[in-house]
């Protein structure tokens, strides 16, 4: 079973060779193909699942000890999506979208309720993530701010703060 990055014991990658996503054992091995994937836009470990975003298509899931992909969010026709995770306690699941004649600085982050709701959080951002403790962080022109997010509203408050300046 895949345990993924946040254990150490595995890393999950996408092989342009045969267009597979795979996860390898830190300690060495042989990576394991888990699923078919073209050109992946943003790969998360959620527990025993692996998330990403397909170019022009959606965000899907796909077991970590492999097995066929779920979509569980289409893109509209003109969009790119990148997934962001999920959010606690199936909340809703959190990914970035923009225009695809647009740069990420001018993408949205958004998160996808249970329900099937698109819900904006933050405009004129990309790459969210929530750090587990009541933040929500984002990108912004090369820096990565934190803004706390209420996960029973399922939005933002306060203003956000810089956290890492990637500029410098």
Same mark, same amino acid.
């Given at each position: ?24 054992? =830190?300690? %060495?091995? &042989?990576? *394991?193909?888990? =699923?078919?994937?073209?050109?992946? #836009? +943003? ?6 699942? @692996? ?7 959606? *965000? ?5 000890? %492999?097995? =066929? ?7 509209? $026709? ?9 959010? $606690?306690?199936?909340?809703?699941? @959190? ?11 001018? +993408?949205?982050? #958004?998160?996808?309720?249970? &329900? ?17 403790? +009541?933040? @929500? ?5 090369? *820096?990565?701010?934190?803004?706390? @997010? ?5 939005? #933002?408050?306060?203003?956000?703060? $810089? ?6």
């Amino acid at each position: 079973m895949g345990r993924g990055v946040a254990d150490g014991e595995e890393v999950a990658f996408w092989a342009s060779n045969d267009s597979t996503l795979k996860r390898f054992p =830190t300690a %060495g091995g &042989t990576p *394991i193909t888990i =699923t078919t994937a073209t050109n992946p #836009v +943003g790969l998360v470990w959620d527990g025993q699942a @692996l998330l990403f975003g397909q170019v022009r298509d959606g *965000i899907y899931r796909v077991a970590a000890a %492999g097995g =066929t992909a779920e979509r569980l969010v289409a893109a509209a $026709p003109d969009e790119l999506l990148s997934v962001g995770g999920s959010l $606690p306690g199936g909340r809703g699941l @959190l990914y970035s979208v923009r225009k695809e004649q647009e740069s990420w600085n001018s +993408g949205s982050i #958004v998160v996808q309720t249970a &329900t099937g709701e698109r819900k904006v959080l933050v405009r004129m951002a990309s790459d969210g993530r929530y750090d587990g403790a +009541g933040h @929500l962080l984002y990108a912004v022109d090369g *820096i990565v701010v934190a803004v706390p @997010l209420d996960l029973d509203r399922l939005a #933002v408050s306060g203003r956000p703060v $810089p956290a890492i300046d990637g500029n410098t």
